[in-house]
């Protein structure tokens, strides 16, 4: 190693006098020369699909990531073309985007803020992407969305659900396609009430952080506004595995409906202990006991197995939607892979594709060109229905998926039905709204 | 008054886990001086041989099903298990049913060849290197282990049920003369303790009521005193983290139910188990067993929300503020010996 | 010079000199070239490299040299980005104030935590720091929350009330640290040939702190209070017993090192202002563990190269994707060229932390004194070679 060291310096040295000679001001170029951070010169142009590839998110990072893939292969003209014919924009041509061919590079988030920041970093300053996209939580989403910000390029949020995102934490630069808390509540809500009555007494049992709180907060204030009572809300530990000591006591309270706002594999493990303590055959107030999980995941709703029959929770997009756009890429996907796409593949997926529309409207990659573009963009034939991104806070708007799981499911990934399709109306917000607020989105960024 | 017999209860199924891997544990501690931060994994192993089990007898050919149709709108094709062919369709889901615990069965000799392939073939070397080389190697290990089961199993956890004979819970409230539905308790973890009782009371009759056993304790005690009385103290050894290893592998087999199985279920639990052999003093088998227990109770009483809402965040933190108290108070645990680990 | 030995001295200069030109040592390869992909001359990584090799020369100091195992060291890197961001909200962008408020609050911390859990020794001490640790974790990650951010972590916004500076920027976006004026993120790049090099402000603002930290931790070493720390380290008994309380001197080097923990931590923050609660977890206390037995305990030099070699993994080998496997293998017939892809694929990429745990085995089973030791082998095998070659040898031997 030492030898090499030594040789390489010494090439490096006449390099760095011949260099110096020869071209000073081409050859040392500080950033601020490009317009923008990143300006794709030659013929490709480079996306960062940053997704967890360690850690309990894996398969979710593995889904999304085959998502990217399928969507870069479409963009570039091969395969099927997936949603790109059932767009309502018609502006991307398979020819890559502004005719340069796409590529991309991955990192692994380990669903840790510091680690996305990194890897999105190299992403940027080693790879030069110019778009930013992926992530299975909403600390990853928010961390590097404030980092993309900084740094002057897009970033298209993956599975995030936090109303943060889009709310007090917002950013120019950051683009949210996924639905959030606020939706969840407004959707489940209504579906709620038909199904078990208006005086109902929930019993809250929350994970400890960020986005446990912004749902907690956005399924109670709209089950109260139902008339449903919360007769508590626990905080639980993320890293907890056993929940057994915090679902005991439930029936005790007297509550008769418990709203697990979990996800991953605290949902799974959350989910499962109330099953085994039978909460599911007991009977409070002369009424059946209920179980709800606000925010789905086709994906981790395989680790609950058969516990997940019968309870509902809403989802940003299913495979068994019979659209053209959602069955255009069921099929792209199914052909490819053997399977059909989760929830977060779908997201990804359409994020991608909406970058590189946006672009191509904008006819430039500058970051501000590509926001402005994406500012109050209207769209269909995506899987969702009409679509607005709004340009207040960069958060898109549309149908919700009130879904439960199924009774007899026919195979392995035929585990969640659809029961109601809530209109986009229905689950809007002033951008204002109080559990958004706090937070400003500040002015685009170009970069250096 | 129910909402304590409650958390008593949940305590003592908490502290049945923890006391099971704390005990394997000190088993390895104590015979062979090695602090296994691979121990966690051998939990993890155990129970993904229940999911290697109920894959074995889900084991399906496939057949096409013509009037369904999957995602894509082919043909459906339907899975059919091959136990159904050999047993027919009732006797065949019944032993899908008991795939946990037909699976003790199947983990024992597995985990025990696990445990001895893992002390010739490894642990074997480290037994006069520093503590720190024994925590980094098996820690590289228990890392190398997740891995490979994550490689092959995903990392979405994995649903494998109780027998349905098993579901639902027992009302303990009533049978109190409480009032029904106040202190019910799901049959499987009351299986789960019952299961750990006979484990540490076995394990322990080992030790006291056998030759072998009192020749282990014996070399726990002075191993080099034993090795010069001409008895081959290293073979009994080796056995010794056979037994512990299947102790921890069945410990994970009878959790699967209660938790589906993920490959990081190891790690989840390492650090807890590290601080429940030393809150209850390094080597010494009684004092994990305790302090599992203990740290399982205190565990369950700081989640209630009558604690969470006096002192916020106590459940928290708990374990580790515990751990604290009784390390200042008592310098080696609740029950260590004076010497081990202190340098 | 500088008060070191020769040998020391030398070390010091070469260390110098690698951090120097390390924009250059880390980018061997052209750009454009498939190799590109094993350049890591990026200012986030060599900025890390350098942070975490402060990180663990401090971790260094109380392990290697008075033998307490420390497994909640990450707490304290932790709580110092907590203060130097809070410094960037409150009070201004520069970083020195941030960095000098982080050393301070990261010393408290380390001298009450330091002060009960050195009540004890051996693993009692190990579980009694990782208990400390784990306790603020789970303390910053939920009800902390209004303090320290919670899950997101804890980052600057629009509207801080920065008492010396300007909420926003006049095109309205968030400043960034700086150090009077120099912006810690701003770069030069030099393009020779297909080679292309970054100097960024950043990375050479953390080198030369990283530097005097080395050049501390010499002194340390060389120091009668070192020598005291390696009595206590060789035999603690014999020297209660003859009358010296051994307490001061580890309580000393327990604050040094949670302060060059707080330094680490400072540092992360101004180069990227977020702090996240994950910071502090129990597998970020055994990673400087881990960094700082890989590349050798007790040597000067053996920490920091542990410290490159974990960055390097985490952030070079998870990048590489199965796309990018199939590139390199194009050349060979299609049936070889998936072969190999599929044999390869579960070590590298998403499979990164299989590699590092396997490579954790290798390391402590054949090199018990870390990549230093191997660097000594090294090097004796090439003297057993011939004399002459040996002359070359540039590889730190401590």
Same mark, same amino acid.
């Given at each position: 190693?030492s030898?090499?060291?030594?040789?390489?310096?010494?090439?490096?040295?006449?390099?760095a006098?011949?260099g110096?000679?020869?071209?000073?001001?081409?050859i040392?170029?500080?950033?601020s020369a490009?317009a923008f951070t990143?300006?794709?010169?030659?013929g490709?142009?480079?996306?960062?699909?940053?997704?967890p590839?360690?850690g309990?998110?894996?398969?979710?990072?593995?889904d999304?990531?085959?998502?990217?893939?399928?969507?870069?292969?479409?963009?570039?003209?091969?395969?099927?073309?997936g949603?790109?014919p059932t767009?309502?924009?018609?502006?991307?041509?398979?020819?890559?985007?502004?005719?340069?061919?796409?590529?991309?590079?991955?990192?692994?988030?380990?669903t840790k803020?510091?680690?996305?920041?990194a890897?999105?970093?190299s992403?940027?300053?080693?790879?030069?992407?110019?778009?930013i996209?992926g992530?299975?939580?909403?600390? +990853?989403?928010?961390?590097?969305?404030?980092?993309c910000?900084e740094?002057g390029?897009i970033?298209?949020?993956?599975?995030?659900?936090?109303?943060?995102?889009?709310?007090?934490?917002?950013r120019?630069?950051?683009?949210?396609?996924?639905?959030?808390?606020?939706?969840?509540?407004?959707?489940?809500?209504?579906?709620?009430?038909?199904?078990?009555?208006t005086?109902?007494?929930?019993?809250h049992l929350?994970a400890?952080?960020?986005?446990?709180y912004?749902?907690?907060?956005?399924?109670?204030?709209?089950?109260?506004?139902?008339?449903w009572?919360t007769?508590?809300?626990v905080?639980t530990?993320?890293t907890q595995?056993?929940?057994?000591?915090y679902?005991?006591p439930?029936?005790?309270?007297?509550?008769?409906?418990?709203?697990?706002?979990h996800?991953?594999?605290?949902?799974?493990?959350?989910?499962?202990?109330?099953v085994?303590f039978g909460?599911?055959?007991?009977?409070?107030?002369?009424k059946d006991?209920q179980?709800? +999980?606000p925010?789905?995941?086709?994906?981790?709703?395989?680790?609950a197995g058969a516990?997940?029959k019968?309870?509902f929770?809403?989802?940003?997009?299913?495979w068994?939607?019979?659209?053209?756009?959602?069955?255009?890429?069921?099929?792209?996907?199914g052909t490819?892979?053997? =399977?059909?796409?989760?929830?977060?593949a779908h997201?990804?997926?359409?994020?991608?594709?909406l970058?590189a529309d946006?672009?191509?409207?904008?006819?430039?990659?500058?970051p501000?060109?590509?926001a402005?573009a994406?500012e109050? =963009?209207?769209f269909d034939g995506?899987?969702?229905?009409?679509?607005?991104?709004?340009?207040?806070?960069?958060q898109? =708007?549309?149908?919700v998926?009130?879904?439960?799981g199924?009774?007899?499911p026919?195979?392995?990934?035929?585990?969640?039905?659809i029961?109601? +399709?809530?209109?986009?109306d229905?689950v809007?917000?002033a951008?204002?709204?109080?559990? =958004?607020?706090?937070?400003?989105?500040?002015?685009?960024?170009?970069?250096? | 008054?129910?909402?304590?017999?409650?958390?008593?209860?949940?305590g003592?199924?908490?502290?049945?886990?923890?006391?099971?891997?704390a005990l394997?544990?000190t088993l390895?501690?104590?015979?062979?001086?090695v602090?296994?931060?691979?121990h966690?994994?051998?939990?993890?192993?155990?129970?993904?041989?229940?999911? *290697?089990l109920?894959r074995?007898?889900?084991?399906?050919?496939?057949?096409?099903?013509?009037?369904?149709?999957?995602?894509?709108?082919n043909p459906?094709?339907?899975?059919?298990?091959?136990?159904h062919?050999i047993?027919?369709?009732?006797?065949?889901?019944a032993?899908?049913?008991?795939?946990?615990?037909?699976?003790?069965?199947?983990?024992?000799p597995i985990?025990?060849?696990?445990?001895?392939?893992? !002390?010739?073939?490894?642990?074997?070397?480290f037994?006069?290197?520093?503590?720190?080389d024994?925590?980094?190697v098996?820690?590289?290990?228990?890392?190398?282990?997740?891995e490979v089961i994550?490689?092959?199993y995903?990392?979405?956890p994995?649903?494998?049920?109780a027998?349905d004979?098993?579901?639902?819970?027992f009302?303990?409230?009533?049978?109190l003369?409480?009032?029904?539905?106040?202190?019910?308790?799901?049959?499987?973890?009351?299986?789960?303790?019952?299961?750990?009782?006979?484990?540490i009371?076995?394990?322990?009759?080992?030790?006291?009521?056998?030759?072998?056993?009192?020749v282990?304790?014996?070399?726990?005690?002075?191993r080099e005193?034993?090795?010069?009385?001409?008895?081959n103290?290293?073979r009994?050894?080796?056995i010794?983290?056979?037994?512990?290893?299947?102790?921890?592998?069945?410990?994970?087999?009878?959790? *699967?139910?209660i938790?589906?199985?993920?490959?990081?279920?190891?790690?989840?639990?390492?650090?807890?188990?590290?601080?429940?052999?030393?809150?209850?003093?390094?080597?010494?088998?009684?004092?994990?067993?305790?302090?599992?227990?203990?740290?399982?109770?205190? !565990?369950?009483?700081?989640?209630?929300? !009558?604690?969470?809402?006096?002192?916020p965040?106590?459940?928290?933190?708990?374990?580790?503020?515990?751990a604290?108290?009784?390390?200042?108070?008592?310098?080696?645990?609740?029950m260590?010996?004076?010497?081990?680990?202190e340098? | 010079?500088f008060?070191?030995?020769?040998?020391?001295?030398?070390?010091?200069?070469?260390?110098?000199v690698?951090t @120097?030109f390390?924009?250059?040592?880390?980018?061997?390869?052209?750009?454009? %070239?498939?190799?590109?992909?094993?350049?890591?001359?990026? /200012?986030?990584? @060599?900025?890390?490299f350098?942070?975490?090799?402060?990180?663990a020369i401090?971790?260094?100091?109380?392990?290697?040299?008075?033998?307490?195992?420390s497994?909640?060291?990450?707490?304290f890197l932790?709580?110092?980005?907590?203060?130097?961001?809070?410094?960037?909200?409150?009070?201004? @962008?520069?970083?020195?104030?941030?960095?000098?408020?982080?050393?301070?609050?990261?010393?408290?911390?380390?001298?009450?935590?330091?002060?009960?859990?050195?009540?004890?020794?051996?693993?009692?001490f190990?579980?009694?720091?990782?208990?400390?640790?784990?306790?603020?974790f789970?303390?910053?990650?939920?009800v902390?929350t209004?303090?320290t951010?919670?899950?997101?972590?804890?980052?600057?916004?629009?509207?801080?009330?920065?008492?010396?500076?300007?909420s926003?920027?006049?095109?309205?976006?968030?400043?960034?640290? %700086?150090i009077?004026?120099?912006? @810690?993120?701003?770069?030069a790049?030099?393009?020779?040939?297909?080679?292309?090099?970054t100097?960024?402000?950043?990375?050479?603002?953390?080198?030369?702190?990283?530097?005097? %930290?080395?050049?501390v931790?010499?002194?340390?070493?060389?120091s /009668?209070?070192g020598?005291?720390?390696?009595a206590?380290?060789?035999n603690?008994?014999?020297m209660?017993?003859?009358?010296?309380n051994?307490?001061?001197?580890t309580?000393?080097a327990?604050v040094?090192?949670?302060m060059?923990?707080?330094?680490?931590?400072?540092?992360?923050?101004s180069?990227?202002?977020?702090?996240?609660?994950?910071?502090?977890q129990?597998?970020?206390?055994?990673e400087?563990?881990?960094?700082?037995?890989?590349?050798?305990v007790g040597?000067?030099?053996?920490?920091?190269?542990g410290?490159?070699?974990i960055k390097y993994?985490?952030?070079i080998f %998870?990048?590489?994707n199965?796309?990018?496997?199939?590139?390199?293998f194009?050349?060979?017939?299609?049936?070889?060229?998936?072969?190999?892809?599929?044999?390869l694929?579960?070590?590298i990429?998403?499979?990164?932390?299989?590699?590092?745990?396997?490579?954790?085995?290798?390391?402590?089973?054949?090199?018990?004194?870390?990549?230093?030791?191997?660097?000594?082998?090294?090097?004796?095998?090439?003297?057993?070679?011939?004399?002459?070659?040996?002359?070359t040898?540039?590889?730190?031997?401590e």
């Amino acid at each position: 190693m030492s030898k090499t060291d030594v040789t390489r310096r010494g090439m490096l040295k006449t390099g760095a006098v011949a260099g110096a000679g020869l071209a000073v001001p081409t050859i040392f170029t500080a950033q601020s020369a490009h317009a923008f951070t990143n300006e794709p010169t030659g013929g490709t142009v480079t996306l960062g699909f940053n997704v967890p590839q360690t850690g309990p998110y894996a398969d979710e990072g593995a889904d999304e990531l085959r998502a990217y893939q399928l969507a870069v292969e479409h963009l570039n003209g091969g395969g099927d073309g997936g949603m790109m014919p059932t767009f309502s924009s018609k502006e991307l041509q398979g020819n890559g985007i502004l005719g340069k061919k796409v590529e991309y590079v991955t990192g692994d988030t380990q669903t840790k803020s510091d680690a996305a920041r990194a890897s999105a970093k190299s992403m940027i300053e080693k790879d030069g992407a110019i778009m930013i996209t992926g992530g299975s939580s909403s600390g +990853v989403a928010v961390a590097v969305q404030a980092l993309c910000q900084e740094a002057g390029v897009i970033f298209m949020a993956g599975l995030t659900h936090s109303n943060d995102t889009t709310g007090k934490d917002k950013r120019a630069n950051g683009f949210r396609h996924f639905f959030n808390s606020y939706m969840s509540g407004a959707a489940l809500a209504p579906v709620l009430a038909n199904a078990y009555g208006t005086d109902r007494k929930a019993y809250h049992l929350t994970a400890d952080y960020n986005w446990g709180y912004t749902t907690e907060e956005a399924v109670k204030s709209s089950t109260e506004a139902m008339g449903w009572e919360t007769v508590a809300a626990v905080k639980t530990p993320l890293t907890q595995t056993d929940f057994s000591s915090y679902i005991a006591p439930v029936l005790q309270s007297g509550a008769d409906t418990l709203v697990l706002n979990h996800y991953g594999g605290n949902m799974v493990n959350s989910l499962t202990n109330a099953v085994q303590f039978g909460l599911r055959d007991k009977q409070v107030n002369g009424k059946d006991f209920q179980i709800i +999980v606000p925010l789905y995941s086709r994906l981790m709703a395989k680790g609950a197995g058969a516990n997940v029959k019968g309870i509902f929770g809403s989802t940003n997009w299913h495979w068994s939607l019979q659209d053209e756009g959602s069955k255009a890429f069921v099929r792209s996907f199914g052909t490819k892979y053997g =399977f059909p796409p989760s929830q977060a593949a779908h997201t990804c997926y359409v994020q991608t594709l909406l970058y590189a529309d946006a672009v191509q409207r904008a006819g430039s990659f500058a970051p501000c060109a590509v926001a402005e573009a994406l500012e109050g =963009f209207e769209f269909d034939g995506l899987g969702n229905g009409k679509t607005l991104y709004r340009a207040d806070d960069h958060q898109c =708007f549309k149908d919700v998926l009130v879904v439960k799981g199924k009774e007899n499911p026919t195979s392995e990934f035929d585990l969640l039905e659809i029961v109601e +399709v809530t209109p986009a109306d229905q689950v809007t917000y002033a951008p204002d709204h109080p559990q =958004f607020s706090g937070g400003a989105l500040g002015t685009c960024n170009n970069g250096a | 008054m129910d909402a304590i017999i409650l958390q008593i209860l949940n305590g003592l199924d908490k502290g049945s886990a923890y006391a099971l891997i704390a005990l394997g544990l000190t088993l390895i501690f104590g015979t062979l001086g090695v602090v296994n931060f691979a121990h966690g994994a051998l939990f993890m192993i155990g129970a993904f041989c229940a999911v *290697t089990l109920s894959r074995i007898l889900t084991l399906s050919h496939t057949i096409i099903d013509d009037t369904q149709k999957d995602f894509l709108g082919n043909p459906l094709k339907v899975e059919v298990p091959y136990v159904h062919d050999i047993f027919g369709v009732a006797t065949g889901d019944a032993i899908i049913d008991w795939a946990v615990p037909l699976s003790l069965l199947f983990a024992i000799p597995i985990m025990i060849a696990v445990g001895v392939i893992m !002390e010739r073939g490894l642990i074997k070397h480290f037994y006069k290197r520093p503590h720190a080389d024994q925590i980094l190697v098996t820690f590289g290990l228990a890392i190398v282990l997740q891995e490979v089961i994550k490689y092959f199993y995903g990392a979405n956890p994995i649903p494998t049920p109780a027998p349905d004979a098993f579901k639902g819970s027992f009302d303990f409230g009533a049978a109190l003369g409480f009032d029904p539905n106040l202190i019910i308790y799901p049959y499987w973890r009351i299986i789960y303790f019952g299961f750990a009782a006979v484990i540490i009371g076995g394990v322990f009759a080992f030790l006291q009521f056998t030759t072998f056993g009192m020749v282990v304790r014996a070399g726990m005690a002075d191993r080099e005193t034993v090795g010069l009385l001409g008895i081959n103290i290293d073979r009994r050894f080796t056995i010794m983290f056979g037994v512990a290893a299947a102790v921890a592998g069945l410990a994970g087999v009878m959790y *699967t139910p209660i938790n589906s199985p993920n490959y990081h279920m190891g790690m989840d639990f390492l650090v807890l188990s590290f601080v429940v052999v030393v809150v209850g003093g390094m080597g010494s088998l009684p004092g994990a067993v305790l302090a599992g227990f203990l740290l399982g109770i205190l !565990e369950s009483f700081a989640s209630m929300r !009558e604690v969470i809402d006096i002192i916020p965040g106590i459940n928290q933190v708990i374990i580790y503020l515990v751990a604290i108290v009784i390390l200042l108070t008592r310098p080696r645990g609740l029950m260590g010996r004076k010497g081990v680990m202190e340098d | 010079m500088f008060k070191l030995e020769k040998t020391d001295l030398s070390l010091l200069v070469i260390v110098a000199v690698l951090t @120097m030109f390390a924009p250059f040592i880390l980018n061997p390869f052209p750009a454009d %070239s498939a190799m590109a992909q094993f350049n890591a001359g990026y /200012p986030d990584l @060599m900025q890390r490299f350098v942070i975490f090799g402060v990180f663990a020369i401090g971790f260094n100091i109380l392990f290697g040299l008075t033998g307490y195992l420390s497994f909640g060291h990450a707490a304290f890197l932790g709580v110092g980005s907590y203060a130097a961001v809070w410094m960037f909200k409150l009070l201004s @962008m520069n970083v020195v104030p941030a960095i000098i408020l982080s050393v301070i609050v990261a010393g408290l911390f380390s001298l009450v935590i330091g002060f009960v859990s050195l009540r004890r020794s051996g693993i009692y001490f190990s579980i009694l720091t990782l208990a400390f640790a784990q306790m603020m974790f789970a303390l910053a990650y939920s009800v902390l929350t209004p303090i320290t951010g919670g899950e997101t972590g804890l980052q600057l916004a629009l509207d801080d009330p920065r008492i010396l500076g300007v909420s926003q920027t006049a095109g309205g976006n968030i400043p960034v640290p %700086s150090i009077f004026g120099l912006e @810690m993120r701003s770069s030069a790049e030099l393009a020779l040939g297909a080679w292309s090099f970054t100097f960024n402000v950043g990375y050479y603002f953390c080198a030369l702190i990283m530097l005097v %930290s080395f050049y501390v931790a010499i002194r340390i070493f060389r120091s /009668p209070f070192g020598m005291m720390l390696r009595a206590v380290k060789s035999n603690q008994q014999r020297m209660n017993y003859t009358g010296l309380n051994s307490k001061p001197y580890t309580l000393a080097a327990f604050v040094i090192s949670g302060m060059y923990a707080g330094l680490a931590g400072g540092l992360m923050a101004s180069m990227d202002p977020l702090a996240g609660a994950e910071r502090m977890q129990w597998t970020a206390s055994g990673e400087v563990v881990l960094m700082t037995i890989l590349g050798g305990v007790g040597t000067l030099i053996g920490p920091v190269l542990g410290a490159g070699f974990i960055k390097y993994f985490e952030n070079i080998f %998870s990048k590489i994707n199965s796309t990018i496997l199939h590139e390199w293998f194009a050349f060979l017939p299609d049936g070889l060229e998936d072969l190999l892809v599929n044999v390869l694929y579960p070590f590298i990429g998403k499979g990164w932390h299989l590699t590092l745990g396997i490579l954790f085995m290798l390391v402590v089973i054949y090199l018990p004194g870390g990549l230093v030791e191997g660097g000594q082998r090294v090097n004796g095998w090439f003297r057993n070679r011939g004399a002459k070659k040996s002359t070359t040898k540039t590889t730190p031997a401590e």
